[in-house]
């Protein structure tokens, strides 16, 4: 991909990220109901468009905020699926991002 589609595809995946973080709810809500949970599915698109971000900004990928939106995506992951290894793939990216 050549810089200029590089961009163009960096522009639509901002005005995704715009757009879930315009759905976040305003108010409080609790853990363990259906608010909660939507709130959850949000951040979890919110950070899968941090990684397209990390992918496609620059020249190169900055490996700190790449491993840092990688673990955070693991670690809801888990939530959704806690009988699943996210939880403990997300700690295994973490003995390296604090390494950082």
């Known amino acids: 991909m ?3 589609n590089r961009k163009q595809v960096l522009k ?3 005005a995704a990220h715009a757009k879930v973080e315009s759905y976040y709810p ?5 853990k363990n109901t259906p608010e909660w949970t939507e ?4 951040l979890l698109a919110d950070l899968a ?3 397209a971000q990390d992918a496609l ?4 990928i900055t490996e700190s905020s790449l491993k840092n939106h990688l673990f955070a995506t693991l670690k809801i992951s ?5 009988e699943s290894k996210y939880a403990q793939a997300a ?4 003995e390296h991002v604090t390494a950082l």
């Open 39 to 42: 709130k959850r599915r949000l």
């Open 78 to 82: 888990g939530e959704f699926f806690p």
């Open 49 to 51: 468009l941090h990684l």
């Open 12 to 14: 639509l995946v901002d």
């Open 57 to 60: 900004k620059g020249e190169t």
């Open 91 to 94: 700690t295994l990216v973490d």
């Open 2 to 4: 050549n810089t200029e």
């Open 26 to 30: 305003e108010t409080p809500v609790f």
